[in-house]
């Protein structure tokens, strides 16, 4: 199997001092789930961005390494080119347009495809959330957290992405929304045979879920395996699945 994100011992910096990601490789073969686990300020957000954004962003520079995407290098590629080779980012805070309706955000996401492609996309959107069916027509900044992340999903999807990074999608929301929302992403694994890094601080979750797990701290990764062993690691269980 082919690795379609392919990050080779890369070095991100901020301000050329904080050292935010540290010598970190990591692959997502194509149809597989990674989750990249960690806590709060590990890098796993700078490293997204880093994919996501190109490689000059914000402040925050790769310093080292290389990221590759379908056999290419992401190096100074602009975000236009990005989104057009089918990078797509749920960002963590979901970043909707809130004065949009539910439908107008889904469309936004699909800018660049032709009508019927547009059509198709929703009617496919609109099957894995029902949800988002109902409330078409509505106000996105007037619907609930859970129902916001299900829109930021949906208007990802909407670009047919080849790779979809999803930059923790349970945040915030209550268990029995991150139930609806991780069943969701299970039937875009399945059915859609998409590709997805999930980036995650809820390991239970994103461990259920995934092919393949890294875990990360303090900019680098400290920890991987398949999701099966990774379960059933020891330290795993006491220090991220909260099983002692
Ligand atoms: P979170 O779950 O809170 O998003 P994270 O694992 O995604 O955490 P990052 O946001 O990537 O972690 O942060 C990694 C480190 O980089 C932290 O020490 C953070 O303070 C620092 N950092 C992040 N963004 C910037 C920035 N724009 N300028 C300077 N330092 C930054």
């Known amino acids: 199997m082919s690795a379609l994100l392919e990050i080779t011992n890369a070095k991100i910096i901020y301000d050329s001092a904080v050292e935010a990601v540290r010598d ?11 989750a990249l686990l960690g ?9 997204l961005k880093a994919i996501t954004g190109g490689l000059e962003f914000e402040e925050g520079v ?9 056999g290419q290098d992401l190096a100074g590629r602009p975000t236009e080119w990005i989104v057009r080779n089918g990078l797509a980012l749920v960002p963590e805070g979901r970043r909707l347009f809130i004065n949009l309706t539910v439908e107008e955000n889904l469309v936004m996401g699909a800018h660049l495809k032709s009508a019927p492609e547009m059509r ?11 949800r988002l069916y109902e409330r078409r027509s509505q106000i996105s900044g007037y619907l609930s957290g859970g129902e916001q992340q299900m829109v930021a999903v949906g208007r990802a999807l909407m670009s047919q992405p080849r790779l979809l990074a999803l930059d923790e999608p349970s945040l915030g929301l209550a268990p029995l929304v991150i139930d609806a929302i991780y069943d969701t992403i299970g039937r875009m694994r399945d059915e859609l045979k998409m590709t997805i890094l999930l980036v995650e601080q809820n390991a239970v979750q994103a461990m259920g879920l995934a ?11 400290v920890l991987d395996g398949p999701a099966q062993t990774m379960r059933n690691n020891a330290d795993v269980q006491e220090y991220y699945l909260g099983m002692a």
């Open 62 to 70: 790769l310093e080292k390494g290389s990221v590759r995407y379908g």
């Open 24 to 34: 970190v490789s990591l692959s997502v073969d194509e149809g597989r789930v990674v």
């Open 39 to 47: 806590s709060n300020g590990a890098g796993k957000s700078t490293l």
């Open 211 to 221: 092919d393949y797990v890294y875990i990360m701290e303090n900019g680098r990764i």
């Open 120 to 130: 198709r996309m929703k009617e496919e959107v609109f099957d894995l959330f029902p």
